[in-house]
């Protein structure tokens, strides 16, 4: 669609294109319910539909998008535009509309089953157009979704929690009662003993699996969980649950959605898929090599974590790959934790 000429909302001049959806909200029973209402369940079925694209200015861009706008700091400029091209009396009842508009938007995000069906589009013939509509579909289907410049993948919300349970019942629970029973009842220097425990049976169990073991970023992790959660009621599992990280490996540019299409089909296979992400805008990219993130939802689960680290050389090696991929835990970058040294890494494997 040509970016130039006019927004289609105020007149001003055009320059992004924006898509025009409708939805439409089914029981189960398939019983239309209005897209608006304050009793949807996650149950219910819901279809996407793309009316069309339409041009519109930078300013009318920002206030149809008000969720993004709140996030980078442009809420007030949003409102104030929003207000002005819809001739509002004042800001007070922009922000009443637009909270309306956030928890019909809420509302909708609870339903798991969504369809996405493409209107007539200008310059879109029907072959093309079945195309996009079957791949979005796939994607929706598979739970992907684009979302600052990486395309995400995972579980649905009952398979994670169905993963989740399995590696506590499995792993987690196993291993903190291992811990527990060596540290005792000593209370002098208790925690201190704790990660040292931890950090002991969490090697050994890794480095049998041929997983490489960083023991000074990991008790840092080990003690950053524990200086956080150690007051509260549920440590042990906060302490688990808390500690959510993945494996980065680099893969050459050319083989790079091959690499992870053919990943992801075979934890899917063996059960052990969660959640993984690769950049989206590939083609504007010159680097040789680009990350594929595969992610664990705790990094206390020893035999899950080399289990994928496995699946990844058995498709890496499969396109004549060799070299090393790396494990890190997400709280070092969400906070902004360096560890000493300069590495983010707990484990290393090779591929």
Known sequence: MDRSGVCEVCGEEGSEIDEDWLYCVFTEKGEPVPGTSRMIRKSFRGIAYLKGLRLLCSKCHIAKHQGYALTHGKGSEALEWLQKVNRVNSVD?????????????????????????????????????????????????????????????????????DLTMRLEVQETDPLLHEVNKKVGKRLVNRYKVWVKCMAEIMENRLESEGVGFIEETFTTLAKLLINDFKKAPLFEDLFIRESEGKWIVYVPNFLYEKVFREALEMLEMLGLAYRAEILCEKGKLDEEYLPILVYAPTSFAPGYISSVAKVLKTVLNKFGLTGMMYYEPDIFRDRGIQPK??????????Y
């Open 93 to 161: 009842r922009v922000k009443y509309l637009v909270n309306e508009a956030l928890s019909i938007h809420n509302g909708l995000s609870l339903i798991e089953k969504w369809s996405i069906q493409i209107g007539e589009l200008n310059g879109m013939d029907n072959e093309t157009k079945n195309s996009v509509q079957e791949l979005l579909n796939h994607m929706c289907s598979r739970e992907f979704r684009l979302g600052e410049g990486w395309l995400h993948y995972s579980l649905p919300a009952e398979a994670e929690d």
């Open 341 to 350: 040294g300069l590495v983010t890494f707990i484990y290393s494997y090779r």
